[in-house]
């Protein structure tokens, strides 16, 4: 029927037909089959699953008083916590104290069995999160309120045991891992803290001796050494002008000085012996040569003798207070007139003026240079002078900050240390399982009937395709590629029909199986 299959297109007819006749070979594999899986099931050793439930308590204080350093995801942190309770540290001292090791076994072997038998699975509440990540929001409660911890092993009783001892080793670990969480949060906040405070002691020492080394020049003193400047400005010109009318006036006065001196000098020479001496030598001298070439009648000649005269007079006169004259003139300026000490008092008062006018013009001078640089200096000293503020603010802030977070650190400390804070609390403790968790005796069973019918529906399909028999009018058009002219039923006493003209299952069944003798004869 193999050649006569490919020459045709088959109908839903001629399935119904093919699973007519091969009815028992689909039944009897899928029958047999389910038994064989559920009596293969009893060659395998049976192993029991004991479980505990851990129910997590958020913290008793409110998170918006203390907020929990701990902000690892909770699914996280249970994965974290097998792996810390399945280290060769923690497992060990348990199979020792137990004696889980069987004779003759290493307890390496008996850990890496633990480690393979055990599972941490999430008991999750809210539908919502099923399929997320899992990861709380902000204001939200967790998703995963607690979790199961299962063990399997053969024995029942060790399954329990050992499913408490990893479930209380899990509690443990969770307290000790909280608790070092929050301690290193507070350490290393403290290292900072201090760090940070070392770093602003040092800031502020270098923004003191900035200020100190640029007194006057800082931010803000800009409009004051302006204002100051214009000051000195102002008293340089007054002081110009002062010490200018000052020398104006010494030299004036020097030279009243000069000729009151003067006229006061020739008054005194006028009345001395030694001038009247040489005057009358002088005129002496002069006589003789008037005499030797004039007579005594000459006019010349009288006058000399008359001057001559008059000197000696005058020379016998000066003669008694010349003593006094001459100690007059030893004594020099102490004796002179007053108008000349009061000239030369004023010459000395000018000369002070001068001297004391010269000096403030030269502190004036160096007083507007000094603020003439602190004025072209000061764009560059304030740009340091802000850059210094402006790290020294940041780290204050920044040391502000740290002694907040150190502050709520040591409080979240104290909360881990007193068990205030997130909690796992056993709420089950490790049952003792009555049947075996493997095998599973109806998956067994189950299992054969699908390997039944696959099997069955394959014998089925593989003698239908070995089958050449000829059944319908469409097999016989499809072996000898010619039309049909005519065909002739079937007949036979054993087929009974129904009011449609149509017999049962099973009576056309015995029907088609009649009509094959025929067609392989």
């Known amino acids: 029927m193999s050649e006569t299959m490919e020459n045709r297109e088959f109908t839903m007819d001629d399935y119904l037909a093919m699973l007519r006749r091969r009815i028992k070979v689909i039944l009897i594999p899928a029958l047999v089959a389910p038994l064989a899986g559920f009596l293969v099931s009893y060659f395998f050793a049976a192993k029991y699953t004991s479980n505990s439930l851990v129910l997590v308590v958020g913290q008793k204080v409110p998170e918006g008083i203390v907020q929990s350093v701990v902000t690892e995801d909770l699914a996280q942190r249970i994965a974290t916590l097998q792996q810390q ?6 497992l060990q001292p348990m199979v020792e104290r137990l004696g889980l090791a069987k004779p003759g076994e290493d307890a390496d072997e008996a850990i890496e069995i633990i480690r393979n038998n055990m599972t941490v699975e999430p008991v999750i509440t809210d539908l919502s ?16 309120p607690g979790f199961t911890v299962g063990y399997t092993a053969r024995s029942a009783r060790r399954a329990q045991l050992i499913c408490n001892e990893l479930t209380s080793l899990l509690l443990t670990e969770n307290l000790r891992s909280r608790e070092d969480v929050a301690r290193g949060t507070t350490d290393f906040l403290s290292k900072q803290v201090e760090d940070t405070k070392r770093n602003l002691d040092e800031l502020d020492s270098k ?24 000051g000195l400005n102002s008293q340089l010109e007054a002081n110009t002008q002062t010490l200018s009318r000052a020398q104006q006036d010494k030299a004036y006065t020097e030279a009243q000085l000069a000729q009151q001196l003067t006229a006061w ?13 040489q005057q009358l030598s002088q005129l002496q001298s002069q006589l003789v040569d008037l005499q030797a070439r004039y007579t005594d009648d000459h006019p010349d000649v009288i006058k000399t003798k008359a001057d001559i005269a008059q000197v000696k007079k005058r020379l016998a006169e000066a003669a008694v207070p010349s003593k006094d004259t001459d100690t007059a003139a030893d004594k020099g300026p102490g004796s002179e007139p007053p108008e000349l000490r009061q000239l030369r008092l004023q010459v000395h008062q000018y000369e002070d ?5 010269t000096r403030d013009q030269k502190r004036l001078t160096d007083e507007i240079a000094v603020y003439q640089g602190r004025v072209s200096l000061s764009p560059a000293i304030e740009e340091q002078y802000k850059q210094m503020a402006r790290n020294y603010e940041n780290t204050q802030k920044v040391y502000q900050d740290l002694l907040a977070d150190k502050s709520k650190s040591d409080i979240a400390l104290k909360m881990e240390q007193q068990q205030e804070g997130e909690q796992m609390r056993m709420l089950n403790p490790a049952n003792l399982p009555d049947l075996p968790s ?21 014998l089925a399909l593989w003698l239908e395709f070995r089958d050449t028999s000829i059944r319908t009018q469409a097999d016989a058009e499809a072996a000898l590629d010619l039309p049909m002219l005519v065909a002739v039923p079937w007949v036979a006493e054993t087929v009974l029909e129904n009011s449609n003209g149509n017999g ?8 088609e199986q009649g009509k094959e003798a025929v067609g392989k004869r």
């Open 85 to 90: 309770v399945l280290s060769q540290e923690r």
């Open 129 to 144: 999160q099923i399929g997320s990540s899992g990861k709380k929001k902000p204001g939200q409660s967790s998703p995963v």
């Open 504 to 511: 049962n299952f099973w009576s056309r069944k015995k029907h």
């Open 438 to 458: 493997f095998p599973n005796r109806l998956l067994f069973a189950g299992a054969g009937l699908g390997a039944g019918l696959a099997l069955g529906c394959t």
């Open 353 to 357: 003026l001068i001297v004391q006018g």
């Open 207 to 230: 923004l003191a001796d900035f200020k100190k080394q640029y007194m006057g020049q800082l931010p803000g003193d800009e409009d004051n050494n302006l204002k100051i400047l214009m």
């Open 265 to 277: 000098k020739n008054s005194l020479s006028s009345n001395n012996p030694q001038t009247l001496q």
